[in-house]
């Protein structure tokens, strides 16, 4: 049986609706302003075989990787999955992004009663113990993940200029955080005596938690109301309905190779530029993208896991379909990747990684969107600001973690938006308010960065003015790009502007470099002049 257009529609804001009330759920507990106001948070839901079943409007970064979590969540306890069961993991290397992203994974299971099929859909358990007269059957998982303020690491907010991934915090590989429904204190415990702030990471993995277990309970729900069979066939016909999509997408650009190339400005330990390249390869409704010639994987963190660049390659399609397409593995079947190991764009152990997933993915983008320029002009704007402009302050109990706006490219028929997160970030700011009642940090300055935008026929968005002021001693430390080489901008017009790094101490002005740390005191003013979007056309 096909499901008609109507129907594959209910379902698919069915599924999605789960994803969205996990995350309200995961704001609405958790402790840190990270995650509470800035959003920095994704969930998803999962087929049996572990496919990207639906998702919320969550963080790119995070959504198209994930899949690769619960793959390996999946082989680390194939055939050990139980009820209530929730898995743990943020090793960049075995289905992770980078360390501070924390992901949960939870199986959820049917039970039946034996010699019952599915069609036994009255009462479904949410998990937390089994009967013993019960079969329970595997139907899918949730997901959540959540970017954690501080896990360890050389310094605080765990996102240094590392040499190795070993200074970057806790390596976390899938283990088992709850069992049948009973979280193992001993792995909380063992978590939380290796960050700065235990309590509010305790909050937030129980937030975490909590997300999981509603996202179960409504899933099992929705198997009560329709039953397996229809609840199953609805997810595949979804993947191949998303699939066939894509498929048209591809078929509607024209065939062959486009290729682009961009740099980060470093690496954080060398200033030599680090070049990534892409040929993108149309050929009727199959593509083929292909990294080969990017630069090795680099001494300093801005390394990308191969995740990353799949998540990547996913939001760049994605972006190029309608918006009422379901968001789902479907849209990458059709296209293959291309990432050479040990490469910029697919690191091996034990390569740092804190700014691939922040920093490495928006070149990711960058270049995917300068290729397909080539292919569908009309569909892409120039290059967006091009950074998450990382910023994290430490000190005696407190972490703080922020990204930071800029502006948007320009559109072949728009100006591009100010101060503005762009492509693979999807957070909100840190309220003022909510920053100054938290830390003992004062916002001095906060506006558009006037001039930004590169000028064009339509101009760039500009960028956003961050002035804090701290008011104890602390570390800060800075990810951040597009401070040597600016945004690009597109059929003539001009780049954007720059983004710089500024402590004011005293009333002079120093320039920070675009990735490091700093020890700051008291008094000490640090100020994040954000990159503008490229402009489109010329004038």
């Known amino acids: 049986m096909s499901y008609n257009p109507i129907q594959l529609e209910i379902f698919k804001h069915l599924f999605a609706a789960i994803a969205e009330e996990m995350g309200t759920v995961l704001r609405k507990s958790s402790y840190s302003p990270n995650i509470k106001e800035r959003r920095d948070f994704s969930c ?19 959504l198209g990787a994930m899949p690769l979590s619960v793959q390996a969540a999946v082989e680390r306890f194939r055939g050990a999955l139980h009820p209530g069961d929730i898995i743990v993991l943020n090793d960049p290397f075995h289905g992770g992004t980078h360390l501070p992203d924390i992901t949960m994974v939870s199986p959820v299971f049917f039970t039946t009663k034996p010699n019952e099929g599915s069609e036994n ?3 479904p358990e949410v998990g937390r113990s089994v009967e013993p007269d019960c079969s329970p059957v595997l139907i899918g998982f949730v997901a959540s993940r959540a970017h954690h303020a501080d896990v360890g690491g ?30 193992d204190e001993d792995i909380l415990q063992l978590i939380l005596a290796n960050v700065r702030t235990p309590e509010e990471r305790r909050g937030d993995l129980l937030a975490q938690i909590a997300a999981n277990r509603r996202g179960a309970e409504r899933f099992l729900e929705l198997v009560a109301r329709y039953g397996l069979d229809e609840v199953s066939k609805a997810m595949e016909q979804l993947l191949a309905y998303t699939e066939r999509l894509t498929r048209r997408l591809l078929a509607s650009l024209p065939d062959g190779t486009y290729r682009f190339e961009d740099a980060l400005d470093n690496d954080g330990v060398t200033e030599a530029p680090v070049p990534i390249r892409v040929a993108v390869t149309i050929a009727g409704e199959e593509a083929v993208v292909d990294f080969t010639g990017s630069a090795p994987q ?24 309608g918006l009422d397409t379901p968001n789902n593995a479907g849209c990458l079947a059709p296209i293959k990747v291309i990432a050479p190991p040990g490469t910029v764009v697919n690191a091996l152990p034990p390569a740092p990684v804190a700014g691939g997933n922040v920093e490495t993915s928006q070149r990711i983008v960058d270049v995917l969107l300068g290729a397909l320029a080539q292919a569908c002009p009309e569909r892409v704007p120039a290059a967006s600001q091009g950074t998450m402009n990382n910023v994290t302050i430490g000190g005696r109990g407190f972490t703080y973690y922020e990204t930071i706006g800029g502006g ?25 308010e909510a920053l100054e009642y938290a830390y ?35 570390t800060v430390t800075l990810l951040t790009e597009r401070r040597v080489l600016a945004p690009y901008g597109l059929a003539g017009g001009g780049p954007g502007k720059c983004g710089e790094n500024i402590l004011i101490r005293g009333g002079e002005e120093i320039p920070l470099p675009g990735k490091g740390s700093v020890v700051l005191k008291a008094g000490d003013v640090l100020s994040i002049r954000t990159p503008g979007g490229g402009g489109y056309g010329v004038k």
Not at 166 to 176: C, F, S
């Open 121 to 123: 859909h009255k009462k």
């Open 298 to 321: 680099q001494q300093g963190s801005v390394n990308a896991v191969e995740a990353i660049t799949l998540s990547a390659v996913y939001y760049v399609f994605r972006c190029l379909l």
């Open 44 to 62: 998803a839901v999962f087929d049996a075989q572990g496919r990207l079943a639906a998702q919320a409007a969550h963080i790119p970064v995070h």
């Open 154 to 183: 050389m310094t605080p907010g765990s996102m240094p200029v590392a040499r190795e991934i070993y200074q970057e915090g806790l390596i976390l590989p899938p283990v088992k955080l709850a069992r049948c429904g009973k979280v």
């Open 440 to 474: 003992p940090l004062r916002v001095r300055r906060y506006e558009i960065r006037r001039g930004s935008g590169g000028e064009g026929r339509f101009r760039g968005g500009d960028g956003i003015v961050r002035e804090i002021e701290v008011l104890t001693d602390c």
């Open 408 to 432: 948007a490219g320009a559109r072949p028929n728009a100006d591009g938006v100010s101060a503005i997160h762009s492509h693979m970030t999807n957070t909100l700011n840190t309220p003022i």
